[in-house]
């Protein structure tokens, strides 16, 4: 069964949704159907909290169980920006070759735009090899504001 809690951000309204125990979607600004649960699961709970503490700059990590559903090479995607460190960025080139797929640069984009738990799967924080913000599934304003955000509150 899934469960969704919403909450209010800086980036506007973002619904938690949960299944099995685990976070499976983010959404941002975006509706949510009526046929999943609203309902204060401890995960949910938890995942409000830590995402609470990112937009006050306290939080630079988050360690709620995830399970986000694609495919196996968007997996290792979404893995491997997992491990990009808060306040820093890398290019899809980077995360292509970190996933053993030096060719699948487009591939890696592919998966950011598809990632179903952004903010804490931090799709945002990658960029093109030129160095420029280039697309982001929730707008570019808003991968705008993170990168700033957690350049600020990155001391």
Partial sequence: MKYVK???TKIGKISLIEEDSKIIEIRVNKK???DITKKDTLV???TEKQLEEYFKGKRKTFDVPLNPKGP???KKVWTALQNI?????KTYQQIAE???NPKAARAVGMANHRNPIPIIIPCHRVIGSNGKLVGYALGMDIKKFLLDWEKENNV
């Fill in 6 to 8: 919403t909450m209010n």
């Fill in 32 to 34: 949510v159907e009526n």
């Fill in 44 to 46: 949910l709970k938890e």
């Fill in 72 to 74: 196996n090479f968007m």
């Fill in 85 to 89: 460190p808060y306040g820093e960025v």
């Fill in 98 to 100: 970190e996933v053993e």
